[in-house]
């Protein structure tokens, strides 16, 4: 059992360079996230998707857009990079409780490294 | 506002002694509340969560939890600490209403052997 994948786990790229990050879950969760982690500031939220075709600006969402065509994937795309988009980018995934209707815990990828120089 | 507050960014043990990493939330609403753990170059993993159940929580690896809500605290301990526990940990705090969760600026633990 895979759990969430992210490709690639680095990737180094020059300013103004575009890129697009995969993250696939295979548990059938509805609820996706995009995070970036940075030293001292924990992690901060990009954008999230709360089912297919959905998605919604976090706290950080400037300079990224993503897409949820499909359940399973979510993608995080870089239209132009720049420095300050160095970062590590964590996906995560959630579910909801079929009794409570609350939502459960988050489910990690192992992280996807990105230098932009 | 809600908020989660990691009150250490560093703390050092002795292995063999106990582990406190203290975290505090601010919430009108009952909250959902985790601590998730991050080796280096890894992601993150979950060590227990609260969801309104019991308030003494247990996790893996020998971590516990208590979630007291006249303190609004959900301080993570272990009795004993081990070489392998090193790493970051993460308090978290799901929103209530949303699907949003907010992380703590972390506390990186030390074991000193």
């Known amino acids: 059992n895979a759990g969430v994948t992210q490709t690639p786990k680095f990737r180094v790229l020059k300013t103004g360079q575009s890129m697009t990050l995969l993250c696939a879950q295979d548990m059938n969760h509805e609820y996706m996230y995009w995070y970036r982690q940075d030293p001292g500031m924990g992690l901060r939220l990009i954008h999230y998707s709360v089912g297919e075709g959905t998605t919604a600006k976090g706290e950080v969402p400037d300079g990224y857009n993503v897409s949820r065509l499909k359940k399973q994937n979510f993608l995080l795309g870089l239209e132009s990079a720049a420095p300050s988009q160095t970062s590590v980018y964590f996906c995560?995934?959630?579910?909801?409780?079929?009794?409570?209707?609350?939502?459960?815990?988050?489910?990690f990828g192992e992280g996807s490294r990105l230098t932009v120089l | 506002a809600q908020s989660v507050t990691q009150l250490d960014s560093h703390v050092s043990v002795s292995e063999g002694t106990p582990v406190l990493l203290r975290c505090n939330y601010s919430?009108?609403?009952?909250?959902?509340l985790f601590w998730y753990v991050q080796h280096p170059n890894k992601g993150l993993q979950l060590l227990l969560k609260y969801t309104s159940a019991a308030t003494l929580v247990k996790g893996i690896n020998g971590f516990e939890a208590e979630f007291k809500k006249s303190e609004t605290s959900f301080h993570l301990t272990k009795p004993s600490a081990h070489m392998s526990d090193a790493a970051e940990y993460f308090c978290v705090f799901r929103t209530s209403g949303t699907y949003k969760y907010i992380f703590g600026t972390g506390t990186r633990l030390k074991v000193l052997a």
């Open positions: 919430s009108s609403y009952s909250p959902s």
């Open positions: 995560a995934s959630s579910y909801q409780h079929l009794t409570s209707g609350l939502t459960g815990e988050l489910f």
